[in-house]
């Protein structure tokens, strides 16, 4: 079964940037697109990246998203952290049967 | 501007069943896949199945925790899609959000509570 795997935890200070990685278990993580999704408590998820690196219009630029096939992984980046930043992030992809996975979500700090 | 409203959530006993609805505005509701994610209290997304177009014979998938229980199925003409939810265990209790891409962008609702507790 496909999976995504991501990093529990991340942190970093305001200004700085961080880089959360996605990394798929098998097969090309570029055959199928991947998204990003921000996550603050209590509230539903929206989608700060989708089809690999296209930002919603609303989401600021300091987010970016991309793909590394050499490592099978996608990466969300966010840049002049803010401590509004500090959240969850769950990438999300597809299998070969077009059922959605999602990565374990990784929370974000910003201190 | 595009709105998902999940709604019948509530508390159920272990065995029992639920319907739960997610209706769509703002969009052409026919168009593309609605998937349904649930959350449990701490703990991360999981994907629980999808219904496709009507392009693609409404086809569903489910996740392996869910199959032969859970049923997904769309009514176009109401711009709605429900989860129906039976022999629900104790493990299902869990925010449930609906979720669907518009021109690739994913939509989410707000999510309605199963609790499954007797």
Redesign the interface.
């Known amino acids: 079964n496909f999976m995504l795997t991501q990093p529990h935890s991340v942190s970093e200070s305001p200004g700085k940037t961080v880089t959360i990685s996605c990394t798929g278990s098998s097969g090309s993580i570029a055959s199928n697109?991947v998204?990003w999704?921000q996550?603050r408590p209590g509230s539903?998820?929206?989608?700060v990246i989708?089809?690999d690196n296209?930002r919603?219009s609303g989401v600021p630029d300091r987010f970016s998203g991309s793909i590394d096939s050499s490592s099978n992984s996608a990466s969300l980046t966010i840049s002049g952290l803010k401590t509004e930043d500090e959240a969850?992030y769950?990438c999300?992809s597809y299998d070969s049967?077009?059922?959605?996975?999602?990565?374990?979500?990784t929370k974000l700090t910003v201190l | 501007e595009v709105q998902l409203v999940e709604s019948g959530g509530g508390l159920v006993q272990p065995g029992g069943s639920l319907k739960l609805s997610c209706a769509a505005s703002g969009f052409t509701f026919s168009g593309s896949a609605m998937h349904w994610v649930r959350q449990a209290s701490g703990k991360g997304l999981e994907w629980v199945g999808r219904i496709r177009s009507k392009a693609n014979s409404y086809a569903t998938a489910y996740a392996a925790s869910v199959k032969g229980r859970f049923t997904i199925s769309r009514d176009d003409s109401k711009n709605t899609a429900y989860l129906q939810m039976n022999s629900l265990k104790t493990e299902d209790t869990a925010v449930y959000y609906c979720t669907k891409a518009v021109a690739g962008i994913y939509y989410w609702g707000q999510g309605t509570l199963v609790t499954v507790s007797s």
Not at chain 1, 97 to 105: L, M, P, Q, R, T
Request: no cysteine; hydrophobic share 15%; proline share 8%.
């Open positions: 697109y998204q999704y996550q539903a998820p929206t989608t989708y089809e296209q919603p969850d769950y999300q049967s077009y059922s959605a996975v999602f990565g374990g979500g």
